[in-house]
């Protein structure tokens, strides 16, 4: 890959300054499809019977599949896709920097019309928590790919997730790549199999775009460091293992299927990986002074918070169900949902919790076991807010309209507190997609010849 390419195709990349809604992109989509050297097909449809378009750009040997937009709330992608598509279209002569790319734009859809409240940005944390909507874990097209593990099997797929295993069984890509990107940490990547050879670029370049990389996997407690900021893919097995050593109990109420990378790595081959570009940074991250306080303290801590306000969304969700057939039904089942998976959570983490061995903490272990803990806390409260809202905006329930006023005064509390204690700062938009379209195209160099 030329690097005059390389650095104009990233210098090109618009000022966003908000991310765009479905209508936006599906607009753009369009237009890109009347471009030259641009094929497209329809792979499937939503889980609301909307079309699912990918674009097919390039005429090499090798394939790579983009996805944009694989959980709801993560519409970065669906900017990263368009503008990568729109530019390849009129600059025929790189010949498709040597790939066949295979681009989907949104795959969950339906979700993220369910966003589109916050893809301004919003300043006010309390704002964006009562906008925001993910799909529960096992209605995600992420993990629900087909998988049989021991004792263990997941046959309930999404529309989604079977529209994406069959381009993957037809095309056999080389590379899978969704676009991921995590809310409030450092950045990190998620990797198939170890890749040294491409750290030092993605380390220098991520570095240019103050863009810091996560030393620990901030996902799950499990996570496999390949290399600092690089982490092994994971999948239901993981969990699987995990759970079966450390707390048993949990298994049978475990509901997901394989994620992509899983079902891919196992049915077809190639290299897969995700970018994980954060929306907010904080430098109270990287603070790895030590502390007086006890780890055991701190989750003893989390666990009573986590307690406190799980019983207090019961609360307000017992107090809906009066009314539960005026709530918008996506949110309402949803939330539930929620609910249940947040339950599980909790039983195993106050398990974990007796089992827990006393050792020092940093500041930033502190940090991110308090403030970005309460931060989930806050969408969750966000949610239920919105399902009441969905009640109260079709009159006729005045003391479910009491209630969002109420819930609407502990996000506001809860998020006020979260803005203070994390010191937390936005990313540029355009950084963002700088990261996730260089990655992709600095691990496609790489994979090209090998």
């Not at 390849?88 to 295979?102: C, D, I, K, S, V």
């Not at 309930?156 to 295993?165: G, L, W």
């Not at 479910?400 to 609407?408: A, G, N, T, V």
């Not at 996000?411 to 936005?426: C, D, M, N, W």
């Given at each position: 890959?030329?690097?005059?390419?390389?650095?104009?195709?990233?210098?090109?990349?618009?000022?966003?300054?908000?991310?765009?809604?479905?209508?936006?992109?599906?607009?753009?989509?369009?237009?890109?499809t009347e471009m030259p050297n641009i094929k497209h097909k329809t792979i499937g449809h939503t889980v609301n019977d909307e079309p699912l378009i990918?674009?097919?750009?390039?005429?090499?040997?090798?394939?790579?599949?983009?996805?944009?937009?694989?959980?709801?709330?993560?519409?970065?992608?669906?900017?990263?896709?368009?503008?990568?598509?729109?530019?390849?279209?009129?600059?025929?002569?790189?010949?498709?920097?040597?790939?066949?790319?295979?681009?989907?734009?949104?795959?969950?859809?339906?979700?993220?019309?369910?966003?589109?409240?916050?893809?301004?940005?919003?300043?006010?944390?309390?704002?964006?928590?009562?906008?925001?909507?993910?799909?529960?874990?096992?209605?995600?097209?992420?993990?629900?790919?087909?998988?049989?593990?021991?004792?263990?099997?997941?046959?309930?797929?999404?529309?989604?997730?079977?529209?994406?295993?069959?381009?993957?069984?037809?095309?056999?890509?080389?590379?899978?790549?969704?676009?991921?990107?995590?809310?409030?940490?450092?950045?990190?990547?998620?990797?198939?199999?170890?890749?040294?050879?491409?750290?030092?670029?993605?380390?220098?370049?991520?570095?240019?775009?103050?863009?810091?990389?996560?030393?620990?996997?901030?996902?799950?407690?499990?996570?496999?460091?390949?290399?600092?900021?690089?982490?092994?893919?994971?999948?239901?097995?993981?969990?699987?293992?995990?759970?079966?050593?450390?707390?048993?109990?949990?298994?049978?109420?475990?509901?997901?299927?394989?994620?992509?990378?899983?079902?891919?790595?196992?049915?077809?081959?190639?290299?897969?990986?995700?970018?994980?570009?954060?929306?907010?940074?904080?430098?109270?991250?990287?603070?790895?002074?030590?502390?007086?306080?006890?780890?055991?303290?701190?989750?003893?801590?989390?666990?009573?918070?986590?307690?406190?306000?799980?019983?207090?969304?019961?609360?307000?969700?017992?107090?809906?169900?009066?009314?539960?057939?005026?709530?918008?039904?996506?949110?309402?089942?949803?939330?539930?949902?929620?609910?249940?998976?947040?339950?599980?959570?909790?039983?195993?983490?106050?398990?974990?919790?007796?089992?827990?061995?006393?050792?020092?903490?940093?500041?930033?272990?502190?940090?991110?076991?308090?403030?970005?803990?309460?931060?989930?806390?806050?969408?969750?409260?966000?949610?239920?807010?919105?399902?009441?809202?969905?009640?109260?905006?079709?009159?006729?329930?005045?003391?479910?309209?009491?209630?969002?006023?109420?819930?609407?005064?502990?996000?506001?509390?809860?998020?006020?507190?979260?803005?203070?204690?994390?010191?937390?700062?936005?990313?540029?938009?355009?950084?963002?997609?700088?990261?996730?379209?260089?990655?992709?195209?600095?691990?496609?160099?790489?994979?090209?010849?090998?």
């Amino acid at each position: 890959m030329e690097t005059t390419y390389f650095h104009k195709i990233l210098n090109e990349i618009p000022p966003y300054t908000r991310f765009l809604n479905v209508n936006e992109i599906d607009n753009l989509i369009n237009f890109i499809t009347e471009m030259p050297n641009i094929k497209h097909k329809t792979i499937g449809h939503t889980v609301n019977d909307e079309p699912l378009i990918m674009l097919d750009i390039g005429k090499n040997d090798k394939t790579a599949l983009i996805i944009g937009v694989p959980h709801s709330d993560e519409p970065l992608g669906s900017l990263v896709v368009t503008y990568f598509a729109r530019w390849l279209a009129t600059h025929p002569e790189l010949n498709a920097f040597g790939w066949r790319w295979l681009l989907l734009p949104i795959l969950e859809r339906r979700g993220m019309r369910l966003n589109e409240g916050w893809f301004n940005m919003p300043e006010s944390f309390a704002a964006m928590a009562k906008s925001t909507f993910r799909e529960p874990t096992e209605d995600q097209y992420e993990w629900t790919f087909p998988i049989e593990y021991e004792d263990y099997k997941w046959t309930q797929s999404r529309p989604e997730t079977i529209a994406i295993k069959e381009v993957l069984e037809k095309e056999k890509p080389e590379i899978l790549c969704n676009l991921h990107h995590s809310g409030f940490t450092n950045g990190y990547y998620y990797l198939s199999e170890d890749f040294p050879e491409i750290y030092p670029n993605l380390r220098k370049f991520t570095a240019n775009l103050r863009i810091p990389l996560s030393d620990n996997s901030p996902d799950v407690p499990f996570g496999k460091m390949l290399s600092p900021g690089f982490y092994q893919m994971y999948g239901l097995k993981d969990y699987l293992d995990y759970y079966k050593k450390k707390d048993p109990l949990i298994l049978p109420a475990l509901r997901r299927g394989a994620c992509s990378d899983e079902w891919y790595q196992k049915n077809i081959g190639g290299f897969s990986f995700n970018c994980e570009v954060p929306m907010y940074l904080s430098h109270k991250l990287k603070d790895k002074n030590p502390l007086k306080k006890s780890y055991k303290k701190m989750i003893e801590q989390r666990y009573k918070r986590k307690k406190s306000r799980l019983e207090y969304s019961i609360k307000l969700i017992d107090k809906i169900k009066e009314y539960e057939n005026m709530a918008h039904p996506i949110l309402i089942s949803s939330a539930k949902k929620h609910i249940t998976n947040a339950q599980l959570s909790l039983e195993h983490e106050k398990r974990i919790l007796e089992k827990a061995e006393e050792k020092t903490i940093t500041k930033a272990e502190k940090f991110e076991n308090g403030v970005l803990e309460d931060l989930f806390d806050l969408f969750f409260l966000g949610q239920i807010w919105r399902v009441a809202e969905s009640i109260c905006i079709k009159g006729g329930a005045p003391k479910i309209c009491q209630l969002m006023e109420k819930s609407d005064l502990e996000i506001k509390s809860l998020a006020k507190s979260v803005q203070e204690r994390g010191a937390f700062y936005h990313v540029p938009i355009r950084n963002s997609v700088k990261m996730q379209l260089g990655s992709i195209l600095i691990i496609a160099e790489a994979l090209k010849n090998n």
